[in-house]
T-cell receptor, first 117, second 111 residues
């Protein structure tokens, strides 16, 4: 079972370059998330989506853009990479709330390690 | 802005010892979760607590949700080397789909 797949797994960029991280899930989940993980800071939410065609800002959205054109895919873009964006990026997905209460388990990908020089 | 503060950030103990990790906030969350993460992998859910005052047990792990739904704790009894890892608490922000994480607690259990 594939679950949540992130590509690429590793990437090195120069300052100012652009790139896109792709997240694909095969669980028919409505909700998808992008987080970044830095030492001592846990996971910080960048953007999330509650359904196809919708996106919303998280805690640290600046410098990132996202798109959810298809239900199974959630793309994270860096238009002009900066060294501060060096991090490990995690994508996650989950099913819709039941009776309007958010309790669902997030299923994570294995992460994408990005280095910006 | 909702924040979750975890303590301690690092914990190194001997096998067989007990430990407690705390997750605190000034905000109310609709539910709170605990995840565990191994190096090079994504976090994996351990438990979800929903009701204020709720206590859940998972073998040697006991999870508690505060009465006011602002804080939670994870207690491990007789820790084993296999418990080593990064423990993360996370809270669902009410009326949104946001799941906010604490900074994490790195646990090392020495044999």
């Amino acid at each position: 079972n594939a679950g949540v797949t992130q590509t690429p797994k590793f990437r090195v960029l120069k300052t100012g370059q652009s790139m896109t991280l792709l997240c694909a899930q095969d669980m028919n989940h409505e909700y998808m998330y992008w987080y970044r993980q830095d030492p001592g800071m846990g996971l910080r939410l960048i953007h999330y989506s509650v359904g196809e065609g919708t996106t919303a800002k998280g805690e640290v959205p600046d410098g990132y853009n996202v798109s959810r054109l298809k239900k199974q895919n959630f793309l994270l873009g860096l238009e002009s990479a900066a060294p501060s964006q060096t991090s490990v990026y995690f994508c996650a997905s989950r099913s819709s709330p039941v009776a309007g209460v958010n309790t669902g388990e997030l299923f994570f990908g294995e992460g994408s390690r990005l280095t910006v020089l | 802005t909702q924040l979750l503060e975890q303590s301690p950030q690092f914990l190194s103990i001997q096998e067989g010892e007990n430990l407690t990790v705390y997750c605190n906030s000034s905000s109310v969350f609709s539910s709170l979760q605990w995840y565990r993460q191994e190096p090079g992998e994504g976090p994996v859910l351990l438990v979800t607590v929903v009701t204020g005052g709720e206590v859940k047990k998972l073998k040697r792990l006991t999870f508690q949700f505060g009465d006011a739904r602002k804080d939670s704790s994870l207690h491990i009894t007789a820790a084993q080397p296999g418990d080593t890892g990064l423990y993360l608490c996370a809270g669902y922000v009410s009326n949104t789909g946001k799941l906010i994480f604490g900074q994490g607690t790195t646990l090392q259990v020495k044999p």
